[in-house]
T-cell receptor, first 113, second 112 residues
Framework: NAGVMQNPRHLVRRRGQEARLRCSPMKGHSHVYWYRQLPEEGLKFMVYLQKENIIDESGMPKERFSAEFPKEGPSILRIQQVVRGDSAAYFC???????????FGEGSWLTVV | QKEVEQDPGPLSVPEGAIVSLNCTYSNSAFQYFMWYRQYSRKGPELLMYTYSSGNKEDGRFTAQVDKSSKYISLFIRDSQPSDSATYLCALKVGGSQGNLIFGKGTKLSVKP
């Protein structure tokens, strides 16, 4: 059973470009979470989605960041006009309907130059 | 006061030692308690999941929750060099879904 799949694993963007991070949840999981981990910092919640719905985006910066989880296909975290401070590891996680355990992917490392 | 406090370490122990990792929290609404292990440049791996106060054992790992003191612990017996990683506590408010609140993580090094 494949785990949470994230791609790309590493992404380099110049300031002002857009970054798109993709996440396919574990098979049978319908809930997706995105977290950000800055160097020497803990994991910070960004957004929680179910298929076609954003359930909680309280951790998402108000500008430049957006997330979606369409009916078909992976969840996408989109960062527009990236700045150096966006350089971080972005982790996707998933959980099953009615489940309390949350499983993480291997992360996408974004570097803004 | 932060919602979840965790001593970042680093913590260095000799192989075979018993390791104790701890977190404290302030919000009594937390009902689900998890421990993750994270190796460098990898994703967090779920180690233990507990719901109620008390102990839960899985192999060399024991998770302990004391809701009255708002204190959770992870014990590692017979520690191995392969246990060297960052250990993150994560808490969740009640309900079947919802996001996790993480501690900053404790970096553990087990010396052979």
């Amino acid at each position: 059973n494949a785990g949470v799949m994230q791609n790309p694993r590493h992404l380099v963007r110049r300031r002002g470009q857009e970054a798109r991070l993709r996440c396919s949840p574990m098979k049978g999981h319908s809930h997706v979470y995105w977290y950000r981990q800055l160097p020497e910092e803990g994991l910070k919640f960004m957004v929680y989605l179910q298929k076609e719905n954003i359930i909680d985006e309280s951790g998402m910066p108000k500008e430049r960041f957006s997330a979606e989880f369409p009916k078909e296909g992976p969840s996408i975290l989109r960062i527009q006009q990236v700045v150096r401070g966006d350089s971080a590891a972005y982790f996707c996680a998933s959980s099953p309907e009615g489940g309390n355990t949350i499983y993480f992917g291997e992360g996408s490392w974004l570097t803004v130059v | 006061q932060k919602e979840v406090e965790q001593d970042p370490g680093p913590l260095s122990v000799p192989e075979g030692a018993i390791v104790s990792l701890n977190c404290t929290y302030s919000n009594s609404a937390f009902q689900y308690f998890m421990w993750y292990r994270q190796y460098s440049r990898k994703g967090p791996e779920l180690l233990m999941y507990t719901y109620s106060s008390g102990n839960k054992e899985d192999g060399r790992f024991t998770a302990q929750v004391d809701k009255s003191s708002k204190y959770i612990s992870l014990f590692i017996r017979d520690s191995q060099p392969s246990d060297s990683a960052t250990y993150l506590c994560a808490l969740k408010v009640g309900g079947s879904q919802g996001n996790l609140i993480f501690g900053k993580g404790t970096k553990l090094s087990v010396k052979p």
